[in-house]
């Protein structure tokens, strides 16, 4: 079983976010995007049940090496790059037409694993995007993989939906987006961390990938994002009720009916 | 003549998604011809009621094929008639099904997608949308580069009012054939697992919510009586789903769910910056806690600092009272 997990580094989910001057900023490091964690156990879990390989795949600057050496830290077998200064700027839609071309590359690739969405972004566009250019089996939202028949090629999922959970069957290969009931994800063990820091990760260039450049980065990019800015303030203090319970009760309930939401 | 707006209507079993009709609303104030795409098994019926929230028109495919949401199915339908019609815009609830159409379709249509706006206007025809970005701890203003495609946008849901249904609407329908044969659909739906009466959070009006402070599975039990008798929905903090005292389903923050009710009442919760990432645009916050320096006073508009095990069955008693229970 030949299995890629697609992963992105973003700021520390705990990172007081702020702009600057129009980019920005944040107080602590970069991690392994949280969602991608899910996704990069499932590949683990994959490749110890059925055999072969799990690579990690992550477009991104040069320090994005970190979250990929977490990645196989955690037991992934190899690690790839996609850095080149004409990629910047591109969309979740560019950056699923790379990474389909990258998946293309590694070649063979029998289940492509995506975390559920990046925290930065916040698309959630990826997974289906890179899907419908390979033409896989778009499996999103997964939150259990029932059973994959590595001999007769198929896969039986379950998705989460609004409504409840959907059973689905699928030929390989497939796209696997997942969630975080999938799984728990596993710490790197003390081996793992050091098979990392020595880990060889190779660099791909778009040529590499022979990316059209008419379809990458800012000129590929139908969204644009003007400004970015923080959220308004909560207009005012907050009112406390005091008194006991009964009555700070009622007047909590005055002011919820005055206010329309009850 | 008038720009073309498409809403993708979302149906489960025949019930329309609220998301979509919250489409249709956000539609109607853009200023153009509205269309709904209504795909699914035996949704004819639904055709009035999409035309009675807001669409002129109703585009209607009726077959076995299309009674699952399946993406490769319907992506390929929208995609087929959105190169026949060329709409200016489309729109969809920004649900699984909504993000997974639209993210499919804009490949297809080689053109850009905008998931999860918060707002939305068009200027000079083209989209001028605010999402959240970093897990709701910024905004983004967000637009499409020009050139003549169609653009996709998914809206949050509940981030838009749902527009009164008005029976006098009239619109015409239209019967379209669905575009992939069932051998040519590679995913096959075999079973649903529904949980019965799961109020679906990121719907829901009023939503409580328990936290570490409830000390327990047995705590939930004031959050659970205060939602029932407001009619709402019961939510959770992470530090709560992680000591197993209530399903995931149920976490509300940055891995769990966004939500934006009308009254969203924290119990025993801290308020966290990854728990305010899915909640804080909900209109009004209160914060019960013990701890009056508890951040998530900073984010609520009242707020009952003491014991939520006195609190929550003084405000339940009080609102059966009010609400005549
Ligand atoms: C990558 C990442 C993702 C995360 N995602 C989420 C997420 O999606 N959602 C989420 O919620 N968290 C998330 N967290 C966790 C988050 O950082 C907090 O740990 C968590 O929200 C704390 O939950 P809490 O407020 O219930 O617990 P605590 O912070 O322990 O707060 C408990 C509160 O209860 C109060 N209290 C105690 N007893 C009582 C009582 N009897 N009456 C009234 N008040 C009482 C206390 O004063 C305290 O304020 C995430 C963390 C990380 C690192
Ligand atoms: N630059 C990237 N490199 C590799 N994988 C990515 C990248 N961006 C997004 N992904 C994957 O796509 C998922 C959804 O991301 P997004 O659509 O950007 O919210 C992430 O959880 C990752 O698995």
């Not at chain 2, 319907?74 to 008639?81: C, E, F, H």
């Not at chain 2, 075999?190 to 570490?212: F, N």
Request: glycine share 10%.
């Amino acid at each position: 079983m030949n299995v890629v997990v697609c992963v992105k580094q973003t700021p520390d989910s705990a990172a007081k976010i702020a702009v600057e001057n129009g980019q920005v900023t944040w107080d602590a490091g970069l991690v392994l995007n949280p969602w991608d964690e899910y996704a990069v156990e499932e590949a683990i879990r994959l490749k110890e049940k059925h055999g072969g390989k799990a690579t990690a795949l992550c477009l991104g600057p040069e320090s994005a090496k970190e979250a990929l050496k977490t990645c196989v830290a955690m037991g992934c077998d190899e690690a790839i790059l996609i850095a080149d200064p004409v990629l910047d700027g591109s969309d979740a839609l560019a950056t699923a037409y790379v990474l389909a071309l990258a998946i293309q590359k590694v070649g063979a690739v029998d289940v492509a694993l995506f975390g559920k969405q990046a925290i930065d972004g916040d698309t959630g566009l990826v997974p289906i995007a890179v899907a419908r250019r390979l033409g896989w089996a778009p499996l999103t939202y997964t939150v259990q993989i029932a059973e994959i028949d590595a001999g007769a090629k198929t896969i039986k999922a379950l998705r989460t939906l609004e409504q409840g959970k959907q059973v689905v069957t699928a030929k390989l290969p497939a796209v696997v987006g997942t969630v975080k009931e999938i799984n728990e994800p596993r710490y790197p063990s003390f081996m793992g961390i050091r098979k990392a820091a020595k880990a060889n990760i190779a660099v791909w260039k778009a040529a590499d990938l022979g990316a059209d450049a008419a379809r990458v980065g800012t000129a590929g990019s139908a969204v644009r994002w003007p400004s970015i800015y923080p959220l308004p303030a909560r207009e005012g203090a907050v009112e406390l009720l005091d008194g006991s319970p009964e009555e700070a009760a009622a007047k909590l309930a005055d002011k919820l009916i005055a206010e329309k939401v009850i | 003549m008038a720009t073309k707006l498409w809403v993708f209507i979302e149906q489960f079993k025949g019930v329309i998604a609220p998301a979509s009709l919250e489409a249709l609303g956000a539609a109607r104030t853009l200023g153009g011809g509205v269309t709904g795409l209504l795909f699914g098994q035996g949704v004819g019926d639904l055709a009035q009621s999409v035309i009675a929230h807001g669409a002129d028109e109703v585009l209607v495919a009726d077959d076995a094929s299309l009674a699952d949401f399946r993406v490769e199915a319907y992506a390929a339908l929208l995609v087929k008639l959105a190169r026949e019609h060329a709409p200016a815009l489309l729109l969809a609830g920004a649900t699984t099904a909504g993000r997974d159409l639209f993210g499919a379709a804009a490949v297809d249509l080689e053109a850009g997608c905008l998931a999860d706006a918060v707002g939305v206007k068009l200027v000079g025809g083209v989209v001028q949308a605010v999402r959240p970005v970093y897990a709701g701890k910024l905004l983004a203003d967000v637009t499409f580069a020009s050139g003549g495609k169609p653009q996709l946008v998914t809206l949050r849901p509940r981030a838009f009012p749902k527009p009164e249904p008005d029976a006098g609407r009239t619109g015409t329908v239209t019967s379209v054939a669905p575009a992939l044969a069932e051998d040519a659909i590679g995913v096959k739906v075999l079973d649903y697992v529904i949980e019965q009466g799961q109020v679906s959070l990121a719907d829901a009006k009023i939503i409580v919510s328990g936290g570490r402070g409830v000390g327990g599975a047995e705590g939930f039990g004031p959050v659970r009586d205060l939602a029932q008798t407001l009619g709402g929905a019961m939510g959770a903090s992470r530090a709560a789903v992680d000591a197993g005292w209530i399903p995931y389903a149920h976490q509300v923050g940055q891995t769990g769910k966004t939500v934006a009710p009308d009254l969203y009442i924290a119990a025993g919760i801290s308020g966290s910056i990854q728990h305010q990432a899915g909640m804080r645009s909900s209109k009004v916050i209160v914060a019960v806690n013990k701890d009056p320096e508890a951040p998530i006073f900073k984010v609520a508009r009242y707020g009952v600092v003491g014991d939520l095990f006195k609190i929550l069955p003084a405000l339940t008693a009080e609102f059966k009272k009010r609400l005549g229970k």
